[in-house]
């Protein structure tokens, strides 16, 4: 029987029209295992970086998916759709013609720093247990609760009549469909997404990224080792030999004195944990080199 590929994180440059979870399963063949998984589920209509952990490092994802994304996408003004997307029936068309890119400027500034947003009905939010897009599927009417989110940077990087391609860096869990929804809701004329394009997710960007037919080709080379992962994406705990004895039992450390997640490796420059500062220790998260 074939090694499964090793331990570590794969970028792939997700097709349009594919789910999150075909990518995955597609990408548990070439890897020969079923320990894949994915951080932060894009759309079928969007394309771009999708965050996959192969192995150990499927253990990373849920930190991973709690950092910054980029985008690239296009807002059509004008039209409003069920779905904030070009997937969705069109529920109402009104002339966008009259606004200006001084108008359009203005509410773009007001989308960007620190909002409340209200999610796409047809997110998969759930709701007492129910994907929310189930629920609208189903004939439900769903209103989500605002949440708040951080848009660190809204860019119009051009003007085609209607359409207007955007540069999008956000916290996780921010909904660009919701951005273009809202943008053409202030602006009076309704708005909804044509296009979507996931150019980063934290550190790991398109540069890095392959599209299948390249994962096809030779996948191993193209998984990024967990221990470089973490360094990669993880402010740096360099261990002594001893803590990292200590780290491996679980055992809690002196503080990192870092806000948030830290990988701590050990003198050979292994991941030995992830840990975090809390109640004045550094309590490990999770430990990938058990004594």
């Known amino acids: 029987m074939t090694d499964a590929a090793p331990d570590g994180l794969v ?6 029209g ?23 589920t894009l759309d079928p209509m969007a394309t771009g970086v999708l965050l996959l952990g192969i192995g150990k490092a499927t253990r990373l994802l849920g930190h991973l998916a709690l950092t910054d994304k980029g985008y690239d996408a296009t807002i059509r003004l004008g ?36 909002i409340r947003q209200v999610p796409s009905s047809v997110s998969a939010i759930k709701v007492d247990g129910v994907r929310s897009y189930a629920r609208v599927r189903a004939g439900e009417e769903v209103a989500l609760a605002a949440r708040p989110v951080t848009v660190s940077a809204f860019e119009v990087l051009a003007r085609r009549g209607d359409d207007v391609d955007v540069r999008v860096t956000c916290s996780s869990g921010t909904y660009i469909r919701a951005l273009a929804r809202d943008l053409g809701a202030a602006l009076g004329v309704g708005g909804h997404l044509t296009a979507l394009r996931r150019t980063r997710v934290g550190p790991f960007g398109l540069d890095q990224a392959r599209t299948l037919e390249q994962l096809a080709e030779g996948f191993d080379d193209a998984v990024v080792p967990l221990d470089g992962a973490v360094a990669q994406a993880f402010p740096r705990r360099d261990l002594s030999v001893e803590d990292a004895v200590a780290l491996s039992y679980g055992k809690k450390l002196t503080p990192t004195g870092v806000p948030g997640v830290v990988g701590a490796l050990d003198p050979e420059g292994r991941c030995v944990a992830l840990v975090e500062d809390a109640a004045g220790v550094a309590k490990p998260l999770v430990v990938f080199r058990p004594a």
């Open 18 to 40: 594919w789910t999150s979870h075909d990518v995955v399963g597609r990408t548990r063949r070439l890897a020969r295992t079923r320990k894949v998984g994915h951080a932060g």
């Open 79 to 114: 039209q409003t759709t069920v779905t904030d997307d070009a997937e969705g029936e069109v529920v109402q068309t009104r002339d966008a013609s009259g606004v200006t890119d001084e108008d359009l400027a203005r509410e773009v500034a007001v989308l960007t720093g620190e």
């Open 11 to 16: 970028v792939v440059d997700k097709p349009q």
